[in-house]
């Protein structure tokens, strides 16, 4: 495959790159699955509209979110065992979201504590985290 440009792209890589035992952990929803499907199809709703003739010289994609900061619209959602895919798991996760200025919504079940995550994210030092 050339460089990913789309979510489904990234799942296609993922799926090739992850450990089937573990994979199937994570591509599937919870009991009969009926959240997933929807979801799935909300998102497949969605169109973006460009907007021609308007003055972009000056953007931002800088918002709140519950009255925190943060770089951009977009938040690191829940999910469970970061740890069955990399080493350092929701620390490294907790990371990338810091440095990317969001927030890493934090699972209740996780391969490390929340008081680690947390350091890892930088709260209390300007980064935020937040728990599901």
């Known amino acids: 495959m050339s460089e990913p440009v789309n979510a489904s792209d990234y799942l296609e890589l993922a799926a090739a790159n992850v450990d089937p035992a573990v994979w199937c952990y994570f591509e599937g929803g919870a009991g009969d699955e009926v959240t997933l499907r929807a979801n799935t199809g909300a998102y497949g709703r969605w169109r ?34 970061h740890g069955l895919l ?3 798991g929701e620390l490294a996760t907790a990371r990338a979201a810091s440095a990317l200025g969001t927030l890493f919504c934090v699972s209740t079940i996780t391969t490390r504590t929340h008081a680690e995550i947390a350091a890892a994210g930088g709260a209390g030092r300007g980064g935020s985290s937040c728990t599901s």
Do not use: N
């Open 86 to 88: 990399a080493a350092d």
């Open 48 to 81: 973006f509209r460009p907007r021609m003739l308007v003055d972009v010289s000056e953007i931002t994609t800088a918002t709140t979110v519950l009255g925190t900061p943060v770089s951009m619209p977009l938040l690191v959602a829940p999910f469970a065992m």
